[in-house]
């Protein structure tokens, strides 16, 4: 069986646009020529691969199922054929998924965002929110590149350590913690707003407050720090989190910050991708520029 690779390429931008006109436009043929390559596609595998729903068109489970697969290859491919190749930022076309902490996103996505437009402008960017701590999207490329409070443990994942953040305390102006020293036990009495994406009720600071005979109400947890700057500010509820990510969005809301009564190691922040990457000079320039555009926030 012949098979056209090119095929390949074609079948990862119908999947990554969804639509055949977006496909097109991302590899600088017309729509006529991608609508015939869409059906030699679907010769080829026996499947639809997209189909009309409406006036847009969506993939179909087999599609959906090779989507990470064709990405892959379609990279793998892409670094093989141009790994001795100097990188010309001002035509790379290619589009990078970054998945990180909201808080992250919120105080350097626009600085990253800029960054990358100023020197490559067909690159885009996805800014995609954070799962948790699964690292599979990594491994099957669908993620270029992902933040993270701790070392990865898989020997395929790399990491390089971009600076560090304290923990502080923001609560709304006339707050009762603002009047006078915040003690331990103030901090401790007062009820609190814990910040976590599966709704957990406790965090290392309820460790740390244990060491010390002490506990602590929590009242709520938010999915989000913007979230929970929100209600801090519309509420008495205390919320305790990284100081550097979030400073510009308790400025922006007007909350007082107040430093945490406990000793607690600060929050390392990592930059993680797939070993895949090591010799992609491209993704190289985006995890440098990432880097970056996150170390401002320590300097």
């Not at 639809?48 to 491919?77: E, F, N």
């Not at 965090?203 to 602590?216: F, I, M, Q, S, Y």
């Not at 607690?264 to 440098?288: I, K, N, T």
Request: proline share 5%; hydrophobic share 45%.
């Amino acid at each position: 069986m012949q098979l056209d690779l090119n095929l390949l390429t074609a079948l990862d931008a119908l999947l990554e646009e969804g639509s055949v006109t977006g496909a097109a436009a991302r590899l600088h043929v017309t729509a006529p020529a991608m609508s015939r390559s869409l059906g030699r596609i679907r010769k080829a595998t026996g499947d639809q691969i997209l189909v009309r729903t409406g006036r847009g068109m969506v993939p179909t489970s087999r599609a959906l199922a090779m989507r990470a697969q064709v990405h892959a290859l379609v990279q793998q491919a892409h670094q093989l054929l141009s790994a001795q190749q100097e990188l010309d930022l001002a035509a790379l076309d290619r589009v990078f998924t970054v998945r990180w902490h909201d808080a992250l996103t919120a105080a350097c996505g626009t600085g990253l965002i800029t960054a990358v437009h100023r020197q490559a402008p067909g690159v885009r960017l996805r800014l995609s929110a954070e799962p948790g701590t699964d690292d599979a999207e990594l491994r099957r490329g669908e993620v270029d590149l992902e933040s993270s409070a701790g070392a990865p443990t898989l020997p395929d994942i790399r990491h390089r350590l971009v600076g560090s953040d304290r923990l502080v305390v923001a609560v709304r102006p006339g707050h009762p913690l603002t009047d006078g020293p915040l003690t331990i036990e103030r901090y401790a009495a007062a009820e609190h707003l814990t910040v976590s994406r599966r709704g957990s009720l406790r965090d290392p600071v309820d460790d740390a407050l244990t060491t010390h005979g002490l506990e602590r109400r929590v009242a709520a947890a938010g999915p989000t720090a913007a979230f929970a700057l929100q209600l801090a500010r519309d509420t008495d509820l205390v919320v305790t989190l990284p100081d550097a990510v979030t400073r510009a969005a308790r400025d922006q809301l007007g909350l007082v910050t107040l430093p945490l009564p406990l000793q607690l190691p600060e929050v390392p922040l990592y930059l993680l991708w797939h070993q895949r990457y090591d010799g992609d000079r491209a993704h190289a320039w985006l995890r440098d520029l990432a880097a970056e555009t996150v170390q401002a926030l320590f300097a």
